[in-house]
């Protein structure tokens, strides 16, 4: 039997279930915005899911050292490595929605291990949120100084001569795939080498052990420096301001998006997370980016900060997935 309330409603009823209903919404968000007026009360972790050392480790310091003052608490960097950055991206994406653990990452583990693996643990578009795009480094093409090479079409002659050794910092690396698909796509015999690392595999170019390489320029500059190494052309859009006389891969006759890839580090949080937190994050966050101080920081270890935003971070991910995708898949890398 339903029972009438003191309104003669029935307890039952369909306008009880209804407002019943919307007073939960009502107080979900309720908490959600007292979530967000009192957000942050204690520390927040970065965790980026890399080894420290390197300019993105770096880069993530930086920024967590600046917004914990505009913060007013600390930030803690968590390097959670291995799997090619998936340990640490699931865990955040695992993680308490609440604007306490925020990952800092290389697109690699949102991107283009959707292609290397056939299956992830966590799904970067259903899991994580964008927060903002915060520094991209642009890659080199290179080759020693002792090669009888001199420009990018001086690369292609030579290898449509001879067989050509191309290193690499890993399966499924930038300069994996892109060895891969400029030996497919200009008919030239590419045999890619796997480093352990940019060290290693800098220090054999320079020797003359492999023939080229696709590098970061801040692993590479003391190579440049020193004479050793010679670069030929950039990645991505436009020249780099340390490089001025470089031409872009583009310029050089490479014209194709796969040559325009430039490797981005992003901050998110896992879905969920309150809109006003993730506004505030977002906000504090290009703050520092585009502040001079962090910018001149960056382009020590050259790289370009961004700070986008979240908006403009989520388009580059979309524009870049189908070039990621076609990259892994003429390559053939797998990694499970």
Not at 50 to 72: I, V
Request: charge should be positive; glycine fraction near 10%.
């Amino acid at each position: 039997m339903k029972r009438k309330l003191p309104d003669g409603k029935l307890l039952g009823g369909k306008l009880f279930w209804g407002k019943l209903f919307g007073a939960c919404l009502l107080a979900a968000a309720g908490t959600s915005a007292m979530a967000a007026d009192t957000w942050p009360s204690r520390p927040i972790t970065f965790v980026l899911p890399y080894q420290a050392g390197g300019g993105g480790d770096t880069a993530a310091r930086a920024l967590a050292e600046d917004m914990s003052k505009a913060l007013g608490k600390p930030i803690i960097v968590e390097n959670r490595p291995g799997a090619s950055g998936i340990i640490g991206t699931n865990a955040v994406a695992k993680a308490q929605p609440d604007g306490y653990t925020v990952l800092l990452t290389l697109t690699q583990s949102v991107l283009n291990n959707r292609f290397l693996y056939s299956q992830l643990p966590y799904d970067p578009m259903k899991d994580l949120a964008f927060v903002t795009e915060v520094v991209t480094g642009t890659i080199l093409l290179t080759v020693s100084t002792n090669a009888p090479v001199h420009s990018v079409k001086d690369l292609i002659d030579w290898g449509r001569k001879n067989k050509l050794s191309a290193g690499n910092w890993g399966v499924g690396s930038y300069g994996h795939l892109a060895s891969t698909y400029l030996g497919k796509t200009k008919k030239i015999d590419v045999v890619n080498v796997s480093y352990k690392g940019e060290a290693p595999m800098l220090q054999d170019l320079a020797g003359g052990s492999i023939n080229f390489a696709f590098s970061s320029l801040n692993s590479t500059r003391p190579f440049i420096q020193s004479g050793k190494v010679r670069v030929l052309a950039v990645a991505g859009r436009h020249r780099l301001a340390a490089l001025p006389d470089v031409p872009t891969l583009a310029e050089a006759g490479l014209t194709e998006p796969e040559y325009t890839v430039t490797g981005s580090m992003v901050m998110m949080v896992p879905a969920g997370t309150p809109a006003p937190i993730v506004a505030q994050l977002e906000k504090e966050a290009r703050t520092v980016i585009n502040s001079p101080r962090y910018r001149a920081r960056m382009q020590v270890l050259g790289l370009e900060a961004l700070g986008e935003g979240a908006k403009q971070a989520r388009a580059n991910y979309d524009a870049q997935f189908p070039v990621q995708q076609r990259l892994v898949q003429m390559s053939g890398a797998k990694l499970d």
